[in-house]
Every structure is written in structure tokens, then in C-alpha cells.
């Protein structure tokens, strides 16, 4: 089940699509936005997601999750969603999912206002600005109105050239790193030292909005033979969200 301790976000609408954001209220909603994830994950980027249900991407992890989805409004379809894992039930499921791949040590302090977010995903027809800034802005207003302070989650880079890429892009991303106290360090790196970090590859959208943002880079990338890809480790201090972000997503006042 997941919490009931939080209230649902209040509906957000976008005037061009009519799509809306909030808390998945029902086990209906959650299991679209899990359909959703299997749909992008395993059926477009091949990702091997061992499921009891077909066609359902779904962990130990779930029960314990907020999520987050953004709906067509026109028919109830979820055409995006953002698992979230609040600190009090990364306690009740014993870690955070990043644990299973970064060393957090080093966030030990942060970790009672240390929000999870992961499995993000849009349905292939709505991936544009207004569907990622509706769920930006659901992330937003939940991180406020339960007074959080830090989010952090895992950014992947595709391995489908065996890595070169993802490690020409961290090879560019110095100046995002994190001071040395919010290191975390991979427990499957990616060998560095053994790929190419001279290509001019792209950063995917989603990591350059976390990074003008002021998102940090907390450490190497893992590689994840699941989904096959490079998960670069993403710090964001609600108080280093650059203003231009805040004022869109959080309402906030210069």
C-alpha cells in the first residue's frame, strides 16, 4: 500500500494538453503508471525486468512508494509518472533504492529529509516540455508541503555503445560535482578507465533540467546490467534550486 499519511496533491493543469498531476489516489492509477514504466523500460529500451505480472514493472520497493503521475485528462489515461520514496518509508523498507547501487554513507545526515525519486518515465506521445514540467512541479509541492529538504536519485545514460558515451558525458560534468562530504561511490562502477571519454555525446534532457537546476553530481557512474545502462548519482538541495526553477515550480517569490 502506499502511505496514507500524505495528502494527494492538489490537481495542476496544463492549458495546451489538458493533462493534470498529482498522487496516485487509487491501486487502478498505480498500476497504470506501473504498466506505463514496463511499456518504456522493457519494451522500448530492453530492459530486463523480472515481473510476476506481465506487462507490470513492480518491486519490493512499490508498496512502500508514492506515485506520482500525470494523466491525459480527456480519458484518464497516466502518460507519466516519478516514483517517490519518502525517508520515513525507506526506514519501514530498510533502505533506499539507490543503496542497491551507490556506497551513501556520506549522506547519513541528510537521510530524514532525503527524498528517493526514480523510474521515471513518459508515454513516447507525450514526451515534451509540458508533461516533464508538470511532474517537476508535482515533485516540487510535494518536497514543500512535507517540508524535505534534499532529493536524490539515479540519471541513466544508455550503454547501447557499450559506454563510450556515458563516460565522454561524465568526463564533461566537473563542474556538477558535489563537494567531497556528499560523495557516494558506486558499488558496480562503470570501467572508466577501459572506455573512450573523448566522443561528443549529448547529455539526455532529463539530466541537463537536473543539472540547471543545481542538481549535483555525487560520484562515478554504476553500471546497471538490467537496464543496461550508466546511473550517474543526482543530489538536489531544495535550497540550491536555481530561482528561475523555483519561481516556475514552486511558487516561490524573488
Request: aromatic share 10%; hydrophobic share 35%; glycine share 8%.
Amino acid at each position: 500500500m502506499t502511505s496514507t499519511n500524505i495528502q494527494p496533491l492538489q490537481t495542476t493543469r496544463s492549458p495546451k494538453r489538458k493533462l493534470s498531476v498529482g498522487i496516485a489516489r487509487s491501486e487502478w492509477d498505480i498500476l497504470e503508471a506501473k504498466r506505463l514504466r514496463y511499456r518504456v523500460f522493457a519494451g522500448e529500451l530492453g530492459a530486463n525486468l523480472p515481473t510476476t505480472v506481465p506487462g507490470v514493472d513492480q518491486d519490493i520497493y512499490d508498496p512502500f512508494c508514492e506515485h506520482l503521475v500525470v494523466r491525459d485528462d480527456n480519458d484518464g489515461t497516466v502518460v507519466g509518472t516519478y516514483r517517490i520514496l519518502s525517508p520515513e518509508n525507506a526506514r519501514r523498507v530498510g533502505n533506499y533504492y539507490s543503496e542497491n547501487e551507490f556506497d551513501l554513507t556520506r549522506l547519513q545526515l541528510l537521510r530524514p529529509r532525503l527524498v528517493e525519486i526514480g523510474r521515471s518515465c513518459v508515454h513516447p506521445d507525450y514526451r515534451n516540455g509540458a508533461t516533464i514540467a508538470l511532474l517537476w512541479s508535482g515533485l516540487a509541492k510535494y518536497m514543500l508541503e512535507n517540508h524535505y529538504g534534499y532529493l536524490i536519485g539515479c540519471a541513466s545514460i544508455s550503454m547501447a555503445d557499450g559506454g563510450h558515451a556515458a563516460a565522454s558525458m561524465f568526463a564533461r560534468l566537473g563542474e556538477h560535482m558535489s563537494p567531497l562530504e556528499y560523495r557516494v561511490f558506486p558499488r558496480c562502477p562503470l570501467p572508466l578507465d577501459a572506455l573512450r571519454n573523448d566522443l561528443p555525446a549529448e547529455l539526455p534532457p532529463l539530466i541537463k533540467g537536473y543539472l540547471r537546476a543545481g542538481a549535483y553530481i555525487c560520484g562515478e557512474p554504476a553500471w546497471d546490467p538490467d537496464f543496461n545502462t550508466a546511473d550517474l548519482p543526482i543530489l538536489m538541495p531544495v535550497s540550491r534550486i536555481d530561482d528561475r526553477y523555483a519561481k516556475h515550480f514552486m511558487g516561490k517569490q524573488g
